[in-house]
């Protein structure tokens, strides 16, 4: 009797010091999340991701948010993120107004770039411009993923000529690292995503198509379900893979890398700074480029609607 109650005893300690040792590896590993952030300018004490992982295991990722105002750009970055970090709303006015850069809060280093609407050709050219370069900066040496951000049961003229647009600004190979991401899935009440493609405007498919054929569907409202996060990460590392397991790259990027690599501050602070680079000359042309590609398509659907309803475009 006396040895069966040594032996239950000594399990219990066991079991206790096992539960001890989870508990601290917990513990410790949501400290080096923080800390990871305060470099960052975060806070993410509230942030129950650290403590249950939902994003597959794999390398560094950076993502790219790219749509114009009001699709839920921001939505998507803060429900990536499992944390409001973006300043987010559905009304036509940006309140995105620099680009900005977050962490998600997990077992794998993913950053989230979330961008102003540059699609929308309200914008100015040096708006776009400063905005570019600085998306540049903080994606060296390349981003992993241009997320292409469109809201469910609003497809514009802008967004039918954006893959077509960014091309100008990065490059042809640029459309090898995008995915269409829709936002509202909520509003296709029941009906699948692939039927709303397939049924749904024929440029979205052009869209799509020009992107691998890659997208995906959010529902922003519930940002704690990280099944569409992980099912996002999960498209993300096939295409990487596609990619030859390298980020987008191109000389602008390179060039950044290069000047943020030769800073003897924190990478974060360097991100920041303001740099004379080689290619703002070149990416003047970019620009006037990407925006003269989004208002031809202004164009072409006014002088349309011209034809249908018989009135002149002066």
């Known amino acids: 009797?006396?040895?069966?109650?040594?032996?239950?005893?000594?399990?219990?300690?066991?079991?206790?010091?096992?539960?001890?040792?989870?508990?601290?590896?917990?513990?410790?590993?949501?400290?080096?999340?923080?800390?990871?952030?305060?470099?960052?300018?975060?806070?993410?004490?509230?942030?129950?991701?650290?403590?249950?992982?939902?994003?597959?295991?794999?390398?560094?990722?950076?993502i790219v948010l790219i749509g114009k105002t009001g699709v839920g750009k921001s939505a998507v970055g803060n429900t990536i993120l499992c944390r409001k970090v973006f300043e987010s709303s559905p009304c036509a006015n940006s309140v995105t107004e620099r680009c900005k850069k977050a962490m998600v809060c997990?077992?794998?280093?993913?950053?989230?770039?979330?961008t102003p609407g540059i699609l929308d050709t309200s914008k100015s050219k040096d708006l776009i411009k400063r905005e570019i370069v600085?998306?540049?900066?903080?994606?060296?040496?390349g981003p992993h993923a241009f997320l292409l951000v469109i809201q469910i049961g609003r497809f514009t003229i802008e967004e039918?000529?954006?893959?077509?647009?960014?091309?100008e600004l990065f490059g042809e190979e640029a459309s090898k690292y995008m995915i269409v991401v829709f936002t509202h899935g909520d509003a296709l009440r029941g009906q699948t995503v692939e039927d709303y493609v397939k049924t749904g405007h024929a440029e979205l498919r052009r869209v799509i198509q020009s992107c691998g054929s890659r997208y995906v569907v959010f529902d922003n409202s519930d940002i704690k379900n990280r099944v569409q996060v992980r099912r996002l990460i999960k498209k993300i590392d096939e295409m990487v893979?596609?990619?030859?397991?390298?980020?987008?790259?191109?000389?602008?990027?390179?060039?950044?890398?290069?000047?943020?690599?030769?800073?003897?501050?924190?990478?974060?602070?360097?991100?920041?700074?303001?740099?004379?680079?080689?290619f703002l000359g070149s990416l003047d042309n970019r620009v006037a480029l990407f925006q003269q590609v989004l208002m031809e398509g202004l164009h072409e659907q006014a002088a349309l609607d011209s034809d249908t309803y018989g009135y002149k475009i002066n």
């Open 241 to 278: 893979a596609a990619n030859g397991g390298e980020c987008f790259t191109q000389e602008m990027f390179i060039e950044a890398e290069q000047k943020i690599q030769q800073q003897k501050v924190e990478r974060a602070v360097a991100e920041l700074l303001e740099y004379q680079f080689s």
């Open 1 to 62: 009797m006396y040895k069966c109650k040594k032996k239950k005893k000594k399990k219990k300690r066991v079991a206790s010091k096992k539960s001890g040792t989870n508990r601290v590896t917990q513990k410790k590993s949501f400290s080096r999340c923080e800390e990871k952030l305060l470099l960052k300018e975060m806070n993410c004490s509230k942030c129950l991701c650290c403590l249950r992982s939902s994003i597959p295991r794999g390398p560094r990722l950076r």
């Open 160 to 167: 039918q000529r954006s893959v077509q647009a960014l091309q």
């Open 106 to 114: 997990d077992q794998r280093e993913i950053y989230v770039i979330d």
């Open 134 to 141: 600085r998306c540049i900066q903080v994606s060296a040496p």
